[in-house]
């Protein structure tokens, strides 16, 4: 189903980008004003150490259709995020990077899946301009993983440029590193997601804020992310599973050590077999007890993935 765009958000989070920040919004001011929409570029500043805010205030001020956050304490890019959610006016909402890596004139090609009845448009950068081995190869297995646990084929989670329908996104949950995995979890909503080929450039000044530390919490929130994904119905499914199973070994070989007690060894019946047996058992029960704690705390948790409300056609 086709849909139109009446009002166009841009959410641009920043932190310490005071080389770029001036730049990227004469960029983004032409390919916008190209677009023919009306629209608000929504800057969120992650409160930077350097002089990123003062150029801001002053593109605010040259610039009645931006509008400017901060922060007062840096909470990272995915809570960035979510304040310009939080106070965009459109009913689409792009988000793109501030270190000019993305090409704002690629905004029109998310925009015209969108208007062909897409709800998301993820960029796809096919020919990254980094270094190989330090960027593009943990990438590479970063995108594999995702694609494989939360079951969705996009390739560049990492992009920065994507397009919502503000419905699939309006009341979202995300924590940590969560913005990265944001399509699954529109997907999983039950959302329509797509993905465009657009073109990458050289990062512009400043530096990257990816390292090893960022990695590893990327990881960690992917894990979160498939959990969410898989069990967010019914955790106790997983958890269950896993004590169910493990009962079940601690039964068969407590079952083991009572026969071997009865036919072979009626004298000694406390084994390490026995007690291998006892552990499992209590493992099981602790694991199934947990599924049912997951049950009720991660109901919060679960709105990321309400499902899509559903399509009505009435004359009423």
């Known amino acids: 189903m086709n849909r139109g765009i009446s009002f166009l958000s841009v959410v641009v989070p920043t932190y310490n980008e005071e080389e770029n920040v001036e730049q990227l919004h004469s960029g983004l001011a032409l390919a916008l004003s190209k677009l023919g929409l009306p629209y608000e570029v929504i800057y969120v500043d992650d409160s930077s150490t350097d002089s990123t805010f003062g150029k801001l205030e002053r593109i605010y001020k040259d610039d009645d259709r931006v509008k400017v956050i901060r922060h007062r304490r840096n909470l990272g890019q995915t809570e960035a995020l979510v304040t310009g959610f939080k106070n ?166 407590g079952v083991v050590q009572l026969l071997r007690f009865v036919f072979l060894n009626p004298t000694t019946l406390m084994t390490p077999l026995l007690l291998m047996a006892t552990f499992l058992v209590l493992i099981g029960i602790q694991f199934i007890s947990l599924g049912l704690l997951f049950e009720v705390e991660m109901r919060p948790h679960a709105r990321v993935f309400d499902t899509r409300p559903a399509i009505i056609l009435s004359h009423e």
Not at 122 to 134: A, H, K, P, Q, V
Not at 153 to 170: Q, S, T, V
Not at 191 to 203: A, L, T
Request: glycine share 10%; net charge positive.
């Open 88 to 253: 965009a006016k459109g009913d689409v909402i792009v988000t793109i990077d501030a270190d000019l890596q993305h090409d704002p004139a690629d905004i029109g090609k998310l925009l015209e899946q969108i208007l062909q009845g897409a709800d998301a448009v993820i960029g796809w950068r096919t020919n990254r301009r980094e270094s190989f081995l330090t960027r593009t190869i943990p990438s590479r297995l970063a995108n594999f993983l995702g694609r494989t646990l939360l079951g969705v084929e996009i390739h560049d989670f990492g992009c920065g440029l994507k397009a919502y329908g503000a419905e699939c996104i309006r009341d979202i949950i995300v924590e940590g590193e969560g913005h990265l995995f944001l399509p699954a979890a529109v997907a999983a909503r039950g959302y329509k997601v797509v993905e465009v080929k657009i073109s990458d450039r050289v990062r512009g000044s400043g530096s990257s804020k990816f390292g090893l530390n960022m990695m590893r919490r990327q990881v960690l929130d992917l894990i979160f992310f498939w959990f969410l994904v898989r069990y967010w119905r019914r955790p106790l499914h997983f958890f269950g599973t896993i004590g169910i199973v493990l009962m079940v070994l601690g039964l068969i070989a």
